[in-house]
């Protein structure tokens, strides 16, 4: 799946097996899942649920988001991290919200993240983060003139330029093919399409701000999806010097060795940098 060709209208509901098709992976549980499309692109899906452990307020083009984390202060890794960088870096987050009495996802359209606090906001005294958040019109979506009339004024405008990070995406292509689009960690081979494999390239050091980690193929791995996740999440390390693998809950990988052809340079010092800054245990 590539972000470019995807096709999603506000309303629109889905159960797990439909957004698997739809965005070529499936759901990890989390509220927040840190996604890429077959061109590494990264990207962000949001779920809420009123049946959930938060109480978040979905009304309105602005509402708040508890973080992730439903026992002990939250943290900022993983998700809430992704979630609180995309303030100054944005990248695309999908959110989805379920009613207490539907069983499916409803899509509610992209958001951008405005802020980001952390504190007791409720009776419970454990410290979350609250991240508001805003949807953005979609052009497809209808507008409402009565609505649209306070944007008839012209607005002030401003300059501004962003930067982002441009990635090689032929080296990771290379990458792949050279390893079938099997993955290094499970060996596992998903399809997207009968004559297709599909796998997704993960940088051990990441690249951009705070990491500043290079695009180059001795900072890279070729991984299934459920992997890929994994590693952002910090719950798999490797040994640098004999490629051992450590799962924090996977016991059928946890002691098993990474897969790593001859011709696949990989720099060590990428996996220390993963184990030392982003694994959580």
């Known amino acids: 799946m590539k972000l470019s060709e995807l096709s999603l209208e506000p309303g629109e509901k889905f159960d797990g097996a439909e957004l698997e098709r739809r965005f070529d992976r499936g759901m990890t549980g989390r509220g927040i899942e840190i996604c890429y499309d077959e061109d590494d692109q990264r990207y ?43 303030i100054e870096a944005p990248l695309p987050i999908f959110f989805f919200h379920r009613g207490s009495g539907d069983g499916k996802w409803e899509y509610q359209g992209k958001v951008e993240v405005l802020r980001c606090e952390k504190g007791p906001f409720d009776s419970s005294d454990r410290d979350v983060f609250r991240f508001t958040l805003q949807r953005r019109r979609d052009a497809r979506e209808r507008v409402d003139p009565v609505e649209a009339g306070a944007d008839l004024a012209s607005p002030e405008r401003t300059e501004s330029t962003r930067s982002r990070v441009i990635r ?3 080296q990771a292509l290379d990458l792949k093919e050279r390893y079938s689009f099997t993955c290094q960690v499970c060996g596992a081979r998903r399809r997207r399409a009968v004559d297709q494999g599909y796998a997704e390239a993960h940088h051990l050091k990441p690249l951009g701000k705070p990491h500043e980690g290079p695009d180059v193929r001795s900072n890279l791995l070729v991984l299934c999806p459920d992997h890929h996740a994994d590693f952002d999440y910090g719950t798999i390390a490797v040994d640098p010097d004999t490629l051992v693998i450590s799962h924090a809950y996977e016991q059928s990988l946890d002691g098993t060795t990474l897969h790593l052809r001859e011709d696949h340079e990989l720099d060590g010092t990428y996996l220390e940098y993963h184990n030392r800054n982003i694994a959580q245990f």
């Open 168 to 170: 090689n995406t032929q």
């Open 44 to 86: 962000l899906r949001l779920f809420s649920s009123e049946t959930g452990p938060y109480a978040d307020d979905v009304t309105g083009g602005q509402f708040t988001y508890i973080g992730e984390g439903r026992t002990g202060d939250q943290t900022l890794t993983a998700g809430n991290k992704y979630l609180a960088n995309a």
